[in-house]
């Protein structure tokens, strides 16, 4: 049983900075991948980010590529999500998702296993 809780989310105008923090517990934290999505109103939860259990890969959505950093501290049971230039179509719901099971993809909700509460992003233009 692996329980993720994040935090980090708030209001920012556009062109700024926020970080989100997705806190794990339960088992091997190292063991698995760690992904971000985020979801709007109306609309389908879409891949962000993701980064390898070792923290060598990471793959981000086109959307967000040189904007956002993921990246994980796994003494901390924490990944991060640096987002940068933040631009109103940011705006969503952040979702951390842990996929427990070795070669699942990353890029698609189905697979992850566990899922956070959300924390919600707002960017103001």
């Known amino acids: 049983q692996v329980q993720l809780v994040e935090s980090g989310g708030g209001l920012v105008q556009a062109g700024g900075s926020l970080r989100l923090s997705c806190v794990a517990s339960?088992?091997?934290?190292?063991?698995?991948?760690m992904g971000w999505f985020r979801q709007s109103p109306g609309q389908e939860r879409e891949f962000v980010s993701a980064?390898?259990?070792?923290?060598?890969?990471?793959y981000y959505a086109d959307s967000v590529k040189g904007r956002f950093t993921i990246s994980r501290d796994n003494a901390k049971k924490t990944v991060l999500l640096q987002m940068n230039s933040l631009k109103p179509e940011d705006t969503a719901v952040y979702y951390c998702?842990?996929?427990?099971?070795?070669?699942?993809?990353?890029?698609?909700?189905?697979?992850?296993?566990?899922w956070g509460q959300g924390t919600q992003v707002t960017v103001s233009s």
């Open positions: 980064i390898s259990g070792s923290g060598v890969l990471t």
């Open positions: 339960g088992r091997t934290f190292s063991r698995y991948a």
């Open positions: 998702g842990a996929a427990t099971v070795a070669g699942t993809p990353l890029k698609s909700r189905s697979g992850y296993d566990y």
